[in-house]
């Protein structure tokens, strides 16, 4: 199994910054019509505005994270003038990103990106499912969990957030028992503020990512008014990862188990569709979806719905 690790917390900002954009993205959809150039400047100069304002709201948060830290390692050393200092510098970050942005729940502060990808193929899957069956039948639990861990083809992509509606008013509590000369209170209070900390993690199922990259590039191919043959052979090879790929979610037990044959029902549909050199654009338009809710369905709060 490949493993990959990275943190960034640059990653946090782009992550928020892209919601941002997008958010923006809707509104010009609903805007009166213009001409096609004020279109374009507006739309990025706006984007360009939002990705600004995100980033600086993640820098404070960012920022109000270490200045409590500081403040952690400033009572350990004994030094509640720095400490308080710290809080107070802690206070006006967050303030800022209260007044900025009034409806913000969680501001970001860190981000990690894991890939997990098994070098392994649908049959070997059911192998290795056997095992881990035939090990939990004996009652070997700890072997059926150490092979159970190689059973993944996903990249998570983990974001740790300040709340806004509680870790504010605890820092000024920590402050306020900092200036009664109680840093030991103080120090309770903040280890607490930090163990609120959310942390959110998306699943992307690789291979059911793989075959939503082969299925739009059929699509590309599908929409030229005149394929060639190398054109049609080219989508017969593209739907066939698809369904490989799909396949190799399944046995993985990525989305539900009806998720993945109405992917897979619906990669016939487009290859009946194709046939004929016809574009499939409607056939094209449902997979999109269903690809959607199988990505959804693959999300850890769906745990247990894989029926």
């Given at each position: 199994?490949?493993?990959?690790?990275?943190?960034?917390?640059?990653?946090?900002?782009?992550?928020?910054?892209?919601?941002?954009?997008?958010?923006?993205?809707?509104?010009a959809?609903?805007?009166?019509?213009?001409?096609?150039?004020?279109?374009?400047?507006?739309?990025?100069?706006?984007?360009?505005?939002?990705?600004?304002?995100?980033?600086?709201?993640?820098?404070?948060?960012?920022?109000a994270?270490?200045?409590?830290?500081?403040?952690?390692?400033?009572i350990?050393?004994?030094?509640?003038?720095?400490?308080?200092?710290?809080?107070?510098?802690a206070?006006?970050?967050?303030?800022?990103?209260?007044?900025?942005?009034?409806?913000?729940a969680?501001?970001?502060?860190?981000?990690?990106v894991?890939?997990?990808?098994?070098?392994?193929?649908?049959?070997?899957?059911?192998?290795?499912?056997?095992?881990?069956?035939?090990?939990?039948?004996d009652?070997?639990?700890?072997?059926?969990?150490r092979?159970?861990?190689?059973?993944?083809?996903?990249?998570?992509?983990?974001?740790s957030?300040?709340?806004?509606?509680?870790?504010?008013?605890?820092?000024?509590?920590?402050?306020?028992?900092?200036?009664?000369?109680?840093?030991?209170?103080?120090?309770?209070?903040?280890?607490?503020?930090?163990?609120?900390?959310?942390?959110?993690?998306?699943?992307?199922?690789?291979?059911?990512?793989?075959?939503?990259?082969?299925?739009?590039?059929?699509?590309?191919?599908?929409?030229?008014?005149?394929?060639?043959?190398?054109d049609?052979?080219?989508?017969?090879?593209?739907?066939?990862?698809?369904?490989?790929?799909?396949?190799?979610?399944?046995?993985?037990?990525?989305?539900?188990?009806?998720d993945?044959k109405?992917?897979?029902?619906?990669?016939?549909?487009?290859e009946?569709?194709?046939?004929?050199?016809?574009?499939?654009?409607?056939?094209?338009?449902?997979?999109e979806k269903?690809?959607e809710?199988a990505?959804?369905?693959?999300?850890?709060?769906?745990?247990g719905?894989?029926?």
């Amino acid at each position: 199994m490949l493993s990959f690790h990275k943190t960034s917390p640059i990653l946090a900002l782009a992550l928020l910054a892209t919601g941002a954009c997008s958010d923006k993205g809707e509104e010009a959809k609903e805007q009166t019509q213009a001409s096609p150039n004020e279109v374009t400047e507006t739309a990025s100069a706006s984007d360009e505005m939002n990705a600004v304002d995100a980033s600086e709201l993640l820098e404070e948060a960012v920022a109000a994270l270490q200045e409590t830290q500081t403040a952690l390692g400033a009572i350990d050393e004994e030094d509640d003038k720095k400490a308080l200092e710290a809080l107070e510098r802690a206070t006006g970050k967050l303030e800022i990103l209260l007044a900025r942005s009034s409806n913000l729940a969680l501001a970001p502060v860190d981000v990690s990106v894991v890939t997990h990808d098994i070098l392994a193929d649908e049959d070997a899957v059911k192998a290795l499912k056997k095992q881990v069956e035939d090990k939990i039948d004996d009652g070997r639990l700890q072997e059926a969990r150490r092979l159970m861990d190689g059973l993944a083809s996903e990249t998570i992509i983990r974001v740790s957030n300040l709340p806004l509606a509680t870790y504010p008013d605890a820092i000024k509590s920590a402050a306020a028992l900092l200036a009664k000369d109680k840093p030991q209170e103080a120090k309770e209070v903040i280890l607490a503020a930090l163990g609120t900390i959310v942390v959110q993690d998306t699943i992307i199922p690789l291979p059911i990512a793989r075959a939503q990259g082969a299925i739009n590039e059929a699509r590309e191919l599908a929409k030229k008014s005149s394929r060639t043959k190398a054109d049609n052979d080219r989508i017969t090879g593209l739907l066939e990862k698809a369904r490989e790929q799909l396949r190799f979610a399944r046995a993985l037990g990525y989305a539900k188990k009806d998720d993945i044959k109405d992917l897979l029902d619906s990669v016939d549909e487009i290859e009946d569709e194709t046939k004929n050199d016809q574009s499939g654009s409607r056939f094209f338009d449902k997979i999109e979806k269903l690809f959607e809710r199988a990505k959804k369905a693959s999300q850890p709060d769906s745990a247990g719905n894989n029926g």
